[in-house]
């Protein structure tokens, strides 16, 4: 019958389940004995040379990403250096133009008071 059925079924999983657990736990054993027996070993010429050139590679990739990051910085310290130099200038006209505005202040002052002591002047003439 039907549950009959579903049990053998499940029974069926159950054992597929098992068996796929010791599986692989079996390839895991191997890839651990595997790895031991690699690290045991002597390591021959070709694997000595490779593993030279590798560390070569390495150090390699390592200056570059250093002179790299030397280049980046010197960048940033240029950028950051020429927004100084922007803002420096903007202060130096805004200065320039508070002084060309505070002499022509002053000027027009200077021409009132001389208009108003000609003024002065010829009316005490006047008398």
Do not use: G
Request: glycine share 0%; charged share 50%; aromatic share 2%.
């Amino acid at each position: 019958s039907r549950s009959a059925e579903d049990r053998a079924r499940k029974a069926l999983r159950q054992q597929q389940q098992e068996e796929a657990e010791k599986s692989a736990a079996r390839r895991q054993d191997m890839a651990q004995k595997e790895t031991r027996r690699q690290q045991n070993e002597p390591k021959s010429e070709a694997d000595i040379e490779r593993a030279t050139r590798d560390e070569e590679v390495r150090r390699q990739a390592e200056r570059m990403m250093e002179e790299d990051e030397d280049d980046i910085r010197k960048l940033n310290e240029m950028i950051l250096q020429a927004k100084c130099y922007a803002i420096r200038d903007s202060q130096l006209r805004e200065k320039a133009d508070i002084a060309t505005e505070l002499a022509s202040e002053n000027h027009r002052l200077d021409e009132m008071m001389e208009s108003e002591r000609v003024r002065a002047l010829k009316e005490f003439e006047d008398r």
